[in-house]
């Protein structure tokens, strides 16, 4: 079966939307978009991101720079941004060119502000269990996805393939929490012996490690949940643009085997939209009772 993050996703939009329509503030939420350069899939994502502002009611401006800004000048930028009372918050999409210092600038905006939950401080809260910072939009994109979706996750061993900061690492200390998922979990890297073997113990597998159909049904237990995090361009002639989108699991062979499985595209590409929409909108909540 397919577990549809677009539908939940949409869910999720839908109750924010309302939350600001029947707020009482006295301006809309407003998130500002940093890009540095013109990466395609950065240009794709900001376009989807900027039109779930719009649906939702967030007002959105895009902060569009050429690749050679220096990293002086885009300090000011963010500076700049941080000391506006009506950003409420900021995204500086990834990657940035290799020139700029992407620890500094992960650094350097303001954790009241950090709607991707990148800054130490915010996943330093995470870690500590506390409530009021912001949590990564992918991995809590897919524990809403586990929860709404219906799927046990108390005591279930969940594998984890791949430990970014972005993802793999941040949905660990997010499932094992006992306030929450409370899960077994395993992270799963490039030095693992015998990932085959621990992936197939999974009840629920999250492929997050950008490999293009590394995940084959040989690696799946049966009646598995698998989530697939990646996103790849794979070269294919046969389609207009030259490429096609696929994730880090064999679909098709897969699908088979899993009871329920996450589509790419539609799948945890939407819930991490819209779980920033909810990261805005709580740091617009903040700022607001602040003033
Ligand atoms: N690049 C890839 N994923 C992300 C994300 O979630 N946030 C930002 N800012 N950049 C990204």
Known sequence: MILSGKQIADQILDEIQEKIQNGSRKRPPHLAVVLVGEHPASLS?????????????????????????????????????????????????????????????????????????????????????????????????????????????????????????????????????????????????????????????????VAAMGKAEFVTADMVKEGAVVIDVGINRVEDPSKEKGYRLTGDVSFEAVSQKAKMITPVPGGVGPMTVALLMHNTWKAFEQQCAKH
Request: proline content about 5%.
């Open 45 to 205: 994502y900001i376009a989807m991101k900027q039109k779930a502002c719009e649906k939702v009611g967030i007002e959105s401006k895009l902060h569009h720079f050429q690749s050679t800004i220096s990293q002086q000048e885009l300090t000011e930028v963010i500076q700049k941004l941080n000391q506006d009372p009506k950003v409420d918050g900021i995204l500086l999409q990834l990657p940035i060119p290799d020139h700029l210092s992407q620890e500094h600038f992960i650094e350097l905006i303001s954790p009241e502000k950090d709607v991707d939950g990148f800054h130490p401080i915010n996943l330093g809260r995470l870690l500590a269990g506390e409530t009021g910072g912001f949590i990564p939009c992918t991995p809590l994109g897919i524990y809403e996805l586990l929860n709404r979706g219906q799927i046990v996750t108390k005591g279930a061993h969940v594998v984890i393939l791949g430990r970014s900061r972005i993802v793999g690492m941040p949905l660990a200390v997010l499932l094992a929490q006992k306030q929450g998922a409370n899960s077994t979990v395993t992270i799963c890297h490039s030095a693992s012996f015998n990932i085959k073997a621990l992936a197939k113990e999974a009840d629920i597998l």
